[in-house]
């Protein structure tokens, strides 16, 4: 079945960008996403790129899509303490479900 | 514009107890979803619906049944809950621009 894969933990200096990667397996997807969410509370949206783009840039984020490799990351550039959360990739099948990565839990060194 | 709200925020209940978990979203989507959160996982479908009136089984739907009498809300329910559905519960709703909006959540424990 489809399939989104992610790492589990990245650790990165403050100041540094941070760079999250996933990798999915649904050729058909139409949307690709990333959702933030902090210790105890909701996913918030962070930013969305349709599968017929190459690099969608919202102020300190970028997302890369390579769909050959079928791969996304998302880079938060200049990364504060304010970033550390879980940050989860999804992506929409053709019926508008989406399929989940696990979650990378992004810890910020001071 | 609340957006998607969710009740209650936290619930313990006792196997074999039912409840009923309600979502309710104020931006006239079409479709809702229930989700469930479990440590070190992604978020699994356990029910969504398209529209009033329907519903869907997701990918782990047993042990819950859903009900979407109205376009605004989405309730799901637990018949005899069971200590395997100790989890955080999410909901959400999309409406044309194919993103899901999160509400903030319900942390189920079941003894």
């Known amino acids: 079945g489809e399939d989104v894969e992610q790492s589990l933990f990245l650790s990165v200096r403050e100041g540094d960008s941070s760079v999250i990667n996933c990798t999915y397996t649904?050729?058909?997807?139409?949307?690709l996403y990333w959702y933030k969410q902090e210790p105890g509370a909701g996913l918030q949206l962070l930013t969305y790129?349709?599968?017929n783009m190459d690099m969608k840039q919202d102020q300190r984020l970028t997302v890369l899509l390579n769909k050959k490799d079928k791969h996304l990351s998302l880079r938060i550039a200049d990364t504060q303490t304010g970033d550390s959360a879980i940050y989860f990739c999804a992506e929409m099948d053709s019926n508008y479900q989406l399929i989940w990565g696990a979650g990378t839990k992004l810890i910020i060194k001071p | 514009n609340a957006g998607v709200t969710q009740t209650p925020k936290f619930r313990v209940l006792k196997t074999g107890q039912s409840m009923t978990l309600l979502c309710a979203q104020d931006?006239?989507?079409?479709?809702m979803y229930w989700y469930r959160q479990d440590p070190g996982m992604g978020l699994r479908l356990i029910h969504y619906?398209?529209?009033?009136?329907?519903?869907a089984k997701g990918e782990v739907p047993d042990g819950y049944n859903v009900s979407r009498l109205k376009k605004q809300n989405f309730l799901l329910g637990l018949e005899s809950a069971a200590p395997s559905q100790t989890s955080v519960y999410f909901c959400?709703?999309?409406?044309?621009?194919?993103?899901?909006?999160f509400g903030p959540g319900t942390r189920l424990t079941v003894l």
């Open positions: 959400a709703s999309m409406g044309s621009t194919d993103t899901q909006y």
């Open positions: 619906s398209v529209g009033e009136g329907t519903t």
């Open positions: 790129i349709f599968s």
């Open positions: 649904d050729s058909s997807s139409t949307y």
């Open positions: 931006m006239n989507h079409e479709y």
